[in-house]
């Protein structure tokens, strides 16, 4: 539930303006169909009221009918421009992924503020929400710090605002900042894992003894699994890597214990990827878009920022980020409205469809996340790695690299990294075994997608790059058609935002440490060691390839 402030804008004398401060008031109590009444009463005694529509649409979004209540502040706005409405429908259209008309929302609240037009705290959180949203984290840091300035003692403020300042690289500002959440809410645990994240820590400067005090006193699961990642994260930090391990190991093993997840599910996924490949390819490509983007995609953590930064450190090239387009696009074109972007379902449907229209339905989607300034453009989002057929097809001139990593580094590395707990696409990463199994299917994914599109798709090895940096950035820029620029060896100087895991790590020269961690950890691992033999993938010996560039740790 959206929180509501307790001001009405505008002229707040005149007669039954008393009930709209009611219906705020309610709403934020969390009556939101009594709210409703009230405002859907008013607006039809009032159709003027523009305050009357708006907090009628703030109860329909609330009661999860977002497309209605959109309606209704489109027709606030058109009764009464102000900063808070456009936020607040902002924050909808990307609900709705309507980025685009999201962006030009945003801009009518620029206007607003910029002509004079005060807002408060919620309205300025809103603002710089959506920003971070769409990627424009540098755009969302003054509406945060007006939002923490305006309301000191709301950690959600004062969290986005630290965290806004990590993703844009300002580590100190960022820790100063987490340290006065902390300061004021000792035990706010995202503000713990945030704080351990932004840096590597070190023997002499660390949080580890405070991490494990505020975690033996957590009670709620969430924030258990929160402050545990962090205290992992620091441990390892500081050199402990097998205290590091087994307290990772704990914590996963209690938050697997609460969630439902079956890998059969995402088996089946990869099934009907592989079965309806017959129907997508066959399928006519109508107007396919001549626009030639780069797809950076493969099992996470694997390098897929690293490279990202190295490309959009070339001249010709901006990064995008890690973009939901072309999901979307084929979740489009099925026409399924389960809940999922991705399912068995949705793939089942989509297969037949016309290439050329999910190719076009993908610009359109990803044209607001790009400069219009005739750059290419690079999408990260590692798991394109299910679409990377329909990705060829779609778009014939577009550049595709799959990142590989050793499949044991690359299991350690997602059981070490805590993706979005509320999303159902990474519940895979909280087991060593079904990391292990899930890597199977990708790697099997990946080998199909490579006979099916020959030629289209490069795979780029995280050693590779690692043991041989220019050689191996040449490569990567040849399969691009981009010529050699220098600028892409120093892509730790590159100064745009981050806001994927590997921000810190991105920010510095190419290091050795990553390499084979998983030694380390062995034992730990000798069944998911087993999952891989079984499966036919050898754990070693496993070499750089140097200028080979696309060998698989399949080694087929």
């Known amino acids: 539930m959206p929180q509501i402030p307790s001001y009405i804008p505008g002229d707040i004398s005149q007669p039954g303006k008393i009930d709209l401060k009611r219906v705020r008031a309610l709403l934020q109590a969390g009556r939101p169909l009594d709210a409703r009444q009230m405002a859907m009463s008013r607006a039809v ?136 959440l902390l300061y004021r809410e000792p035990h706010n645990a995202r503000a713990h894992h945030g704080l351990a994240g932004i840096r590597r820590q070190t023997a002499a400067r660390n949080h580890v003894s405070r991490l494990r005090t505020v975690r033996n006193k957590a009670r709620d699961q969430e924030a258990r699994l929160l402050l545990g990642y962090a205290l992992a994260k620091e441990l390892e930090d500081v050199g402990d890597a097998q205290d590091s391990f087994r307290c990772l190991l704990d914590v996963n093993k209690e938050y697997r214990s609460r969630i439902s997840y079956d890998f059969a599910e995402d088996a089946r996924i990869f099934d009907a990827l592989e079965a309806s490949w017959p129907q997508c390819a066959s399928a006519p490509v109508t107007e396919a878009p001549t626009e030639a983007p780069i797809f950076i995609l493969g099992m996470p953590r694997t390098g897929t920022t690293l490279v990202d930064r190295i490309l959009s450190s070339h001249p010709d090239v901006v ?61 990260k989002f590692p798991g394109n790695f299910h679409y990377a057929g329909l990705i060829a097809r779609a778009l014939p001139n577009a550049a595709i690299l799959c990142l590989r990593r050793h499949p044991m580094d690359t299991v350690v590395s997602n059981f070490k990294n805590l993706f979005a707990t509320t999303s159902r696409y990474y519940q895979y990463s909280y087991d060593l075994r079904e990391i292990a199994q899930y890597y199977v299917r990708f790697d099997r994914l990946m080998a199909f997608w490579k006979k099916a599109v020959p030629g289209r798709i490069l795979e780029v090895r995280y050693e590779d790059l690692v043991e041989d940096q220019e050689r191996t950035t040449r490569r990567i820029l040849e399969h691009c058609s981009l010529p050699w620029s220098e600028s892409c060896l120093a892509f730790h100087e590159n100064a745009s935002p981050v806001s994927t895991p590997s921000a810190a790590q991105v920010r510095r020269p190419i290091y050795r440490d990553a390499l084979a961690r998983w030694r380390l950890h062995e034992e730990a691992l000798a069944e998911t060691r087993a999952v891989f033999e079984a499966a036919g993938i050898p754990v070693e010996p496993i070499t750089p390839t140097g200028v080979t560039g696309v060998s698989s740790p399949r080694m087929s």
């Open 45 to 180: 005694r009032d159709p003027a009221s523009a305050e009357a529509r708006f907090l009628l649409g703030i109860c329909e979004i609330t009661l999860g009918r977002i497309r209605g209540g959109v309606e209704h502040l489109r027709k606030a706005i058109s009764l009464a421009p102000l900063a808070e409405y456009h936020a607040q429908l902002a924050r909808c259209l990307l609900m709705l992924r309507k980025d685009g008309e999201a962006r030009s929302t945003l801009q009518n609240a620029a206007d607003c503020l910029a002509g004079g037009e005060t807002a408060d705290a919620l309205t300025h959180d809103t603002l710089g929400c959506a920003y971070a949203r769409l990627g424009d984290h540098a755009a969302s840091l003054p509406h945060f710090a007006a939002a923490v300035l305006a309301d000191p003692g709301n950690a959600q403020f004062r969290y986005n605002q630290a965290i806004a300042l990590s993703f844009v690289g300002d580590v100190e500002a960022s820790e100063n900042a987490f340290e006065a």
């Open 319 to 379: 990064s995008a980020g890690e973009l939901q387009a072309f999901p979307l696009s084929v979740k489009a074109a099925s026409g399924t409205r389960s809940r999922n972007v991705l399912d068995v379902e949705t793939v089942l449907h989509a297969a037949g469809k016309d290439p050329g229209q999910i190719g076009r339905s993908y610009m359109e989607r990803a044209a607001s996340h790009i400069p219009p300034d005739g750059l290419r453009f690079v999408d």
